[in-house]
């Protein structure tokens, strides 16, 4: 009697490949600003301050989208170092324009899967914040799964945040919402900043997209969710 053929369970990926269309311009700024601003995961970590040339505190944007809120943080922090990783391509291109426009050198991007890049490419304790706004809710629930945020990227991110380091998540899914608060405040080694179980109001350090204003009008609600990383 042959034994059922079980397949292994893959590991979790933050996204599902969408290329999309991309402009003429968001084509040439990956033909002439990718060598300045894209970086690649070449089997080795990361090593940040060599990548920026300084020390300055390091924030990670899973999920950049367009780019409209790291843009904005860039401009207004140019004392801080960003990283963001996103697979749309237009988003990418679109960034690399603004980034050009602004001559920001403090933001790095990356095309590739969050949970790769958690997993083998950073240091411990290298990131002063990690940011994940609206991340994909996969609605239906036999996709939940699927959802970046579970146990392993709790442990992830305590792993590459530095003590002190801030956890900032949004969505405009209760459910979802109610996931992250569930994930988080079982984690030991975090600690809710809004006290335990409490969403906080948005802080200013998060700008409002043109996405959440649209959101807004139409009466969607918004929680965010600010974990700090014990010492």
Request: net charge positive; hydrophobic share 35%; charged share 25%.
């Amino acid at each position: 009697m042959t034994q059922p053929h079980h397949k292994p369970q893959r590991p979790i990926r933050s996204y599902v490949l969408r290329q999309g269309r991309m402009t003429e311009g968001q084509q040439r700024a990956f033909d002439e600003l990718w060598p300045r601003y894209g970086l690649s995961l070449d089997g080795e970590r990361l090593k940040l301050t060599e990548l920026f040339g300084n020390h300055n505190p390091v924030t990670l944007e899973i999920g950049f989208g367009n780019g409209e809120a790291l843009s904005l943080m860039a401009a207004q922090h140019p004392e801080q170092n960003f990283l963001g990783i996103e697979v749309h391509s237009p988003g990418v291109g679109h960034l690399m324009i603004k980034l050009a426009e602004q001559q920001r050198d403090n933001v790095r991007i990356l095309q590739a899967d969050a949970m790769e890049l958690l997993r083998h490419h950073l240091d411990a304790a290298g990131l002063s914040r990690i940011l994940l706004y609206f991340p994909d809710p996969w609605h239906k629930r036999k996709h939940h799964k699927r959802r970046i945020v579970q146990t392993e990227f709790a442990e992830q991110a305590y792993r590459a945040l530095s003590p002190g380091g801030a956890l900032h998540m949004a969505t405009d899914w209760r459910d979802y919402a109610k996931q992250m608060m569930a994930v988080f405040s079982a984690h030991p080694g975090f600690i809710n900043q809004a006290g335990n179980g409490k969403y906080s109001p948005r802080p200013e350090t998060r700008p409002l997209t043109k996405f959440e204003r649209r959101g807004e009008r139409l009466g969607h609600g918004v929680w965010d969710l600010l974990f700090e990383r014990k010492a």
